[in-house]
Structure formats: structure tokens, C-alpha cells
């Protein structure tokens, strides 16, 4: 009888000591004396004791005497690890854990291993306690939260990074960009990620930008090009553009690195008489965020010279004399684009300077563009020196020359420039009513146009004028959410498609600004946004600014039907809001 009791239990230890091995835990049960009644031969894997204080029957405290005696420290705080330990206070803080309900932790025995321990108390009062190694997973647990700090690490220097950085991936559009990026176009992050450089700049420079990056991904080979960028608000930034292959292909992206140089391109170099010369040269157009005011700027200065000092200038050497530095990169920046050597002073003791300077060496200049707000600029235009003097007058030009604008009501046509030329102001009763009854505004006011169209980029132009005029669509297109504005007031469409990332105001801005001025007309334009990607963020971005629905990029003759149809309802089916 006894016989068959023992061979049954020899069965259950050995079934149990396999289930031990299966699950890779170690099992040890103490009675409600702390004597050991079993211990899996696993044990010894964790704590490499004498066999003999595995045998039933030991007591708990030897047990842990003899942990101790071996080397291993488990229980003790990190901060207290590097001090010497008493032997019965580890001991006795071991057996009090021992005497928990529940008992569960993760020590760690040596240099690299971790155990997982736990320990519960039955109603018997024995205690199970069972020990998993869990090595491998503490160390990917430290190794991903070392990689998670290093990434946090790395994204903070990025972003705090004074020289733009954006990276792309395989299909060139933007997955990241730092703020000195997002400065040049003045926008939020969001408004660049998931889209490509053919919503940021114009078409001849996206193009460029592309077949750069292209070449840059398919060869691995890194490309240095030196670029001249104008920012959203009109400034110049002069950069050393390096492009990065990071990765293997096909698991590779595109990191561009712009080195800002416009402090030592805007350096002076010394000459005779204490004069000074502001030279920047070498530096190829890129990604340039267009400024209306820039361009209306240019246009007034470029009015006030002969046709013959802008035609054939290739090669010739010019002097421009301003003390106004917005003036003097205006008309430098033109003429070398026309091919002529032009460099720019700032006082007439500077200009004099020069043009001595210029008559000893043998370099001859043939024209002198004068600012007449240049103190002493009548003394320069009777002596000459033997150039010919034009003098212009470019009242206005500064920081103030928006508000003059606006003060003037000059609109934007759709000539040779992105946004045209400037033409003669519009009464203010062309663009302004103030009315609570749609039906009393003039005709020519409520939906003079069918569709308004805002968009940047001249393909997208392009493509929406050719399907919209195929549709038989009467349409304008305006350049940038703040022509948008002053179109949609001018023309009261039926239906404007808004472009979200737009230079000078941005699609979102824009939508805004009509939404709170058709609170005092009391009426309702359909706004479809029309986005690269569509992301949640910016889905969510429109609906809080009124829009009404979105399309994504590329758009087709379907698409544009299908939002014509559910939006611009007919005329006279419109009701006030």
C-alpha cells in the first residue's frame, strides 16, 4: 500500500518538475514553519547553493544564510547597492517579505540578470514562491527606453537646430522638419509634413528639387549646392544645401541639411578710402516662397528706370546708392539677374569712394542708380564722375509699403509675375457692402463667378483651369489665401476650392476670414479644402475653420464635378444664413 503511495508521489514530483522546465520557472514551498517541503531542481540555476540546503526539512533562515554566503544581494535599493550589507538584516528583511499575502518583484542578481519574483501565502499557510528569469526582456525594456531617450535627445538638438533641416522619405514627401525649416515658410510643422516640394514652392523650383533629390536617393551620392532662398516674408537667405542618403535603398530616406551663410555672404570686404561693398554671388534660386509686396515693390522701382537700363545690361557694371536695404536687394538682386556685375552703397562718401576707386583701376562703371532719400544724392547726380545717374524715388518702399497698399485697394491681376501686376485701385464700393439682405447687394457682387479657385502652384492652375473650363465653369484663380479674401469679396462665388498650404496667408486663415465676414452678410459660400494628404490633423484643422468638405491631391474631371454638383447650388436656390 505504502509501496504504491510513494511510486504515485514519485510520479506527481517528476510531472511537476517537468511542468518547471516547460514554463522555465524555478519552484520552491515552504510550510507555515518556513521549512523547505520542495524545491525544483531549477533552483540551483538562480542560486547556486550546496544541494544540501535544498533537502525538505531546511529551514527558511538557513536557506537565505546560505544565498547570502554565495554572493547574491537581491532585495536592496540601487541606491544602497555600492554599501556593505549586514548579514541578518538582509535576512531578516527577506523573511519578512517571505510573510506577505502576495509578494511580487523584479531583482537583480549579478551584473546582467534579473529574476521575476513571486510569492503568495495560502490558507494553510504555506508559502509557493515561484522565480522566472527575465533577463532578456529587462534588457530590451532598458535598451528601447535608452533608445527612446536618445531619440527624444536627438529630436530636441534638431529642432533646436539654428540651420533649417528636413528629412523626406522614398516618395519625397516631408516626414519631419525642424523649426528653422518651418521659419522660411512661416508655418507650423503640420502644414509641411505628407506634402512634397511642389506645395512649397513654385513649379520650375519644385522641379528642380525633385530631380536633386531623385539622384541623391538612387545614387547614395551626397550633393552640396550653394542657394539663394527667399523667405515668406520677403527676406533673403543665403545657404549651403547638403542631401543625405540615410539607409539602405529601399529602406532609406532623404535628410537635407541647410547651412545658413547669409552673415558671411553679407560680409564686407575692405576698400581704399574706408568704403565698404556688400557682395553675394554663386548663390542658384531655390525654393523660394513668393511675396506679393516684394514683387509690387520691384515693379515700382523697375517703372522708375529707362528701357534701356534694364534691356542688354549683360556685362555691364552698375552701382546702386540707397541708404534703404530693402531697395538695395530689390535692384542688385535684378540686375545680376540680368546679367550685369551691380554691387550697392549706402551714403555718398561711400559712392564717391567707390567710383574713385573704380576710375583708378581701370573699371569703369556705366550706370549709377541714385535713391533720392540719399542725404547729398543732388551732389552725385551733377558731378557724375563721367557715369550716367538715374535718379528714382521710391517713396513708400519699407515696412510700411503694405498698409499703402491696402490703404490704396490694389488687386493682383494674372499677368507674367505669380500674382500679377499691380493695376489701378478699385473703389472701395466694388469690394465692400454691408448688408443684411443678400438681394440688395449689386449683381455684379453675388456670384459674379461660379468657382474660385485658391492655389500656389502653376500646374495645379493649370489643372483646374483646364477642367474647369471644360465643364463650361466661369472661374478665377487666385494665388494665396489673402487674394482668395479679397476675390471671394469682390466676386461672391458659389463655390471656392482652398488650397491649405499657401504662401503670404494659408488655406485655414483664409477660410476664417471669410467665415467671419459672412456673419455680417449673412450668407454661406461651400469651401472644399484641397489638401496633398489626407491626414487627420488636417481634415480636423478644416472642419474647425467652416469648411464644408475636402479633396485630396491629384484632382480629376470627376472629382471636381462631383463637388460642383453637391456645392454650388444654383443662384437662385441660395438661401441666407
Known sequence: MSDGASADANIRLGMFETACDILAAAVIVYDKNDSLVFASRQIQRYFPIPADFLKPGTRLRDVLGAIFDCGLRYGIAPEMRHKAVNREEWI????????????????????????????????????????????????????????????????????????????????????????AFCAIYNVEADAILGRSAWDLCDAENAERTEASDREVLETGMPMRVAEHIVRADGSDLYVITRKYRVGQPGHCVLVTHMEDVSDIVAGTRAMEGGASLDLCSGFVEAQNCFDPVRDAERRILLEQLRSE?????????????????????????????????????????ECEAFLAFAGKRGLPLDLVVVDDNLPGHEELAAQGHGVPVRLIAPDGIGPDFMRVLVEEHELLSENASPLGDIVSPVPIADDWYIATDIAAMPSAAVGDIEVLVAEDNQINQFVFSQILEGMGISHRIAENGEEAVTLWRKHQPRLVLMDIAMPVKNGIDAAIEIREAEKALGIHTPIVAVTAQALNVDMQNCMDAGMDDYITKPVSPDMIEAIYRRYAVPREERSVA
Open 92 to 179: 531578516s528583511a527577506r523573511i519578512s517579505a517571505h510573510w506577505r499575502e502576495q509578494h511580487d518583484a523584479v531583482e537583480r542578481l549579478g551584473r546582467d540578470r534579473w529574476i521575476h519574483f513571486r510569492k503568495r501565502r495560502l490558507s494553510n499557510g504555506y508559502n509557493v514562491t515561484t522565480l522566472t528569469d527575465v533577463s532578456e526582456q529587462k534588457k530590451q525594456e532598458e535598451q528601447w527606453r535608452t533608445d527612446l531617450e536618445r531619440v527624444e535627445l536627438t529630436e530636441a538638438i534638431l529642432e533646436t537646430l539654428p540651420s533649417p533641416l528636413v528629412v523626406k522619405d522614398r516618395n519625397l514627401a516631408h516626414i519631419a522638419a525642424n523649426r
Open 309 to 349: 537700363d534694364l534691356t542688354a545690361v549683360s556685362g555691364r557694371r552698375i552701382l546702386v546708392a540707397t541708404p534703404n536695404p530693402r531697395i538695395e536687394n530689390i535692384l542688385v538682386e535684378e540686375f545680376r539677374r540680368r546679367g550685369a556685375e551691380c554691387c550697392a552703397v549706402r551714403d555718398r562718401h
